[in-house]
Every structure is written in structure tokens, then in C-alpha cells.
């Protein structure tokens, strides 16, 4: 069973532990991304495994009158095995999805998967509009372009900064630079795309420049958080009409996905020691 300490970052060990999280993010007028915990498999039987999941939760999620939509990693669903693998994996659970109206996000992981999970994306998106999403990083120099080559295409597009330290001849390595490209990259989404926009972003000056945005433009557009960051901001966002969707990790696989949110944050790690001592 999940423990108590990660419960505020991880949805529980099941997808039933999810759904029962879901309905209770959906009652507070929040969307939820179901994303099965798993990443960096080298191992095909590990792959086959968590793409059967994804098919199964997608029906599962499509059997249920839940605001949730599934959420998928390249390296969990074959990118680590090889290219081919991973275009087809991420073919057949978007082509699922479709066939049962079920939305599906796609993580961007580091640049050197970029191309492989851009193309893909454009291919499968093609092929089946407006049922997939793919996220892109402003922390890396060439998203500009690629926000341009996918301006027609119809699938959504989620802009982060970026998690993945990249090295500064692809990427912008200070905060400060950072921050500028990715509300020049939101600014461009808005002013190129009138549905399909996501700001993956707890920053609450991002926030609010995508509100201005949205409402200066009619753009079509949600906030999404993750799970355990900022939920009294997700719940007053969805209170004022805001499209928020919580991107909500889920499996028995949620150690690494933990430690990770405790040591981006101070914030975190104090929680994270209370839990440990108990108050
Ligand atoms: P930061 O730059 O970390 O913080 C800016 C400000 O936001 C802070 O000064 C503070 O005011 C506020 N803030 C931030 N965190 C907190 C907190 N815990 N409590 C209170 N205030 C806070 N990255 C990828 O590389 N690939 C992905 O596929 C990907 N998917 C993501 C999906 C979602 C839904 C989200 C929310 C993020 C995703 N990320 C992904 C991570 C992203 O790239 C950033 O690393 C992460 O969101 C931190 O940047 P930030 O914009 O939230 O704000």
C-alpha cells in the first residue's frame, strides 16, 4: 500500500485508487491526467505490460462519466528499446483512445528524444485529430521551430519549461532565460492556435500571462498542475472558470517519481521530513 508520505504527490497503487481521486478532483471542478508510474524500459516484456495497461485504463476511463484523460511517457512505452517500437506503441494507444473518445497526453523526456517523440506525435496526430497531446520544453533552443511546425497540426500542445538538465549549446541554462523563452513561447501558442493550448506551470506569473492571453485572443486553453503542488491555486483557478487539468501519477512504481518532487523544492523536502516525524 501506498504510504502516507506520498500520497499527496501519487494517486495510490491502482487505477481504482486514481479514479477514486479523479472523482474528487472533478468535484472540485478540476480535470485529472491519469499517468501510470513507469519510465526507461529496456526490457520489451516491461513495455508490452504497461501498454496493455494504457489500454485497459483507457477503457476503463471510457466505461465512466470522469473528466480524465490518460497520460503517457516515450521511454515507458518503448523509446529506450528503439524508435520503431515506440512510434508503434504510441500509434496503437492514440488509435485506442480514439475508438473509445479518450484524450491522451504524451510527456517530452530528454533532447535526445525529442525528434523521435515530435515526429511520431505529428504523424499520430494526423492520423487522429484532436485526441492526442504532446508536451514541449521552452528550455530548449529549437521549440521555437518546433512550435511552428506544429502550428497546423491538430493535435494540442502542452509548453513547460523543462525538466531535463540539457547542456548550453541546445538549451537555455539560466532561470532567468528560461522564463523569458517560455512566455515568449506561450505568447506564440496563443497568437498561432485558437484550441489545443496547454501551460503546464505552477509559476503563478505564467498563470496569469496565459489568462491575459486566453481572453485577449478566445484561444481555447487549460492549466494543468501537477498532483500535491499548489492545489488550493488549482481549486480558486477552477473556481473562476478556468480550464485546470491535474496531472495526477498513479502505480506501484512511485519512489523515483517522489523523491523527484521532493528534491526540486524546500517546500517539499519540509513536508516531506514532517511526514517522517510524524507532525
Ligand atoms: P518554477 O520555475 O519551478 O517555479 C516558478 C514559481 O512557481 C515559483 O517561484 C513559485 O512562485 C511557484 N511554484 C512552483 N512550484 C511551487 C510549489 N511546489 N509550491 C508553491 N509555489 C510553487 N517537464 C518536462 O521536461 N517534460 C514533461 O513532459 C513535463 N510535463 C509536465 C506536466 C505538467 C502538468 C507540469 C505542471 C509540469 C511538467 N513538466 C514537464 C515539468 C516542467 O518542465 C517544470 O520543470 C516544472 O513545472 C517547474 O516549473 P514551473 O513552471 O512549475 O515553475
Not at 9 to 16: I, N
Not at 199 to 212: F, I, N
Amino acid at each position: 500500500m501506498l504510504p502516507p508520505i506520498a500520497n499527496r504527490f501519487v494517486a495510490g497503487e491502482t487505477a481504482a485508487a486514481a479514479f477514486d481521486h479523479a472523482r474528487s478532483m472533478n468535484d472540485d471542478g478540476i480535470g485529472v491526467l491519469l499517468n501510470l508510474l513507469g519510465e526507461h524500459y529496456d526490457d520489451p516484456e516491461d513495455v508490452e505490460a504497461d501498454v496493455a495497461a494504457y489500454h485497459t485504463l483507457i477503457e476503463d476511463v471510457a466505461s465512466t462519466d470522469l473528466d480524465a484523460c490518460v497520460s503517457i511517457k516515450p521511454s515507458q512505452i518503448g523509446l529506450d528499446v528503439s524508435e520503431d517500437l515506440f512510434a508503434e506503441h504510441y500509434r496503437s494507444i492514440v488509435a485506442h483512445a480514439n475508438d473509445h473518445d479518450v484524450f491522451v497526453w504524451c510527456d517530452m523526456e530528454d533532447a535526445d528524444t525529442t525528434d523521435a517523440t515530435l515526429d511520431t506525435f505529428v504523424d499520430v496526430a494526423r492520423d487522429h485529430p484532436w485526441t492526442v497531446g504532446q508536451c514541449l520544453q521552452s528550455n530548449l533552443k529549437r521549440t521555437r521551430d518546433d512550435l511552428e511546425r506544429v502550428a497546423d497540426v491538430p493535435g494540442a500542445i502542452r509548453i513547460v519549461k523543462g525538466a531535463y538538465d540539457e547542456p548550453e549549446s541546445i538549451a537555455y541554462t539560466e532561470k532567468s532565460r528560461v522564463n523569458e523563452a517560455y512566455r515568449d513561447d506561450i505568447t506564440f501558442l496563443f497568437e498561432h492556435r485558437d484550441r489545443g493550448v496547454a501551460v503546464g506551470s505552477h509559476d503563478p506569473e505564467m498563470v496569469s500571462l496565459a489568462r491575459r492571453l486566453g481572453e485577449e485572443h478566445g484561444t481555447d486553453y487549460e492549466i494543468q498542475m501537477l498532483m500535491g503542488v499548489r492545489e488550493d491555486a488549482q481549486r480558486d483557478l477552477a473556481a473562476q472558470g478556468v480550464d485546470v487539468q491535474q496531472y495526477a501519477p498513479y502505480g506501484r512504481k512511485w519512489l523515483s517519481y517522489f523523491y523527484r518532487r521532493v528534491r526540486e523544492r524546500k517546500g517539499n523536502a519540509l513536508f516531506a521530513l514532517r511526514a517522517i516525524l510524524g507532525r
